[in-house]
Structures are given as structure tokens and as C-alpha cells.
């Protein structure tokens, strides 16, 4: 494409990505995806795999604000779950 580098591609993350931040964080963590489908949440896990929590989203919301202060220091994944499959997975850090 004419005037397209790999700076300005849209990939599948930019549509059906996982957004995390602050990241490390000491207290609230914001959990975002463009996605606006009404069967959507987001799987928190501990690093050996076990889950802790599950988010689920509100309708026609696109962000989560979790109170992280539940979970003790360490590093943490996050799984968007779109429609029962799994569309993103991300790492974050509760410091």
C-alpha cells in the first residue's frame, strides 16, 4: 500500500486487544478492549495458573476498574474471553 508503513498497520491486538494500565501498579488497575460485545470478560490468574478473579464487563462498556489490593505482589495474567474464546492475554505486575 501506497504511504502504509508497519508503524500505521491496525493488527488484531489494536481491534480485539487487552489494554492494562497502570502497569506495574500498587492499587487500581484499568482493564480496556475496544470490543463492545455483550458476552465478554476478562479471567485474572496467578502465575502458576490458578484463577483469582473474573471481571465481567457492563454492557456497552469498555472498561474495567479493578481494585487490585486483593492480590499480594507479584505477576499476574489477564485473558479477555470474547464470546467464550479467547482473544487476548496480557501480563501485568501488582507491585
Same mark, same amino acid.
Given at each position: 500500500m501506497v504511504g502504509m508503513n508497519e508503524e500505521n498497520r491496525i493488527t488484531k491486538k489494536d481491534?480485539?486487544?487487552? +489494554? %492494562?494500565?497502570?502497569?506495574? +501498579?500498587?492499587?487500581?488497575?484499568?482493564? +480496556?478492549?475496544?470490543?463492545l460485545s455483550d458476552n465478554r470478560h %476478562?479471567?485474572?490468574?496467578? %502465575?502458576?495458573?490458578?484463577? %483469582?478473579?473474573?471481571?465481567?464487563?457492563?454492557?456497552?462498556?469498555?472498561q474495567i476498574l479493578f481494585n487490585s489490593s486483593c492480590l499480594h505482589?507479584?505477576?499476574?495474567?489477564a485473558k479477555l474471553i470474547i464470546e467464550g474464546q479467547t482473544s487476548d492475554v496480557t501480563k501485568f505486575i501488582i507491585q
Open positions: 481491534l480485539f486487544g487487552l +489494554s %492494562i494500565y497502570p502497569n506495574p +501498579s500498587q492499587g487500581e488497575v484499568t482493564f +480496556s478492549t475496544k470490543v %476478562i479471567e485474572i490468574y496467578n %502465575i502458576s495458573g490458578v484463577l %483469582i478473579e473474573k471481571l465481567e464487563f457492563q454492557r456497552n462498556i469498555n505482589p507479584g505477576v499476574y495474567v
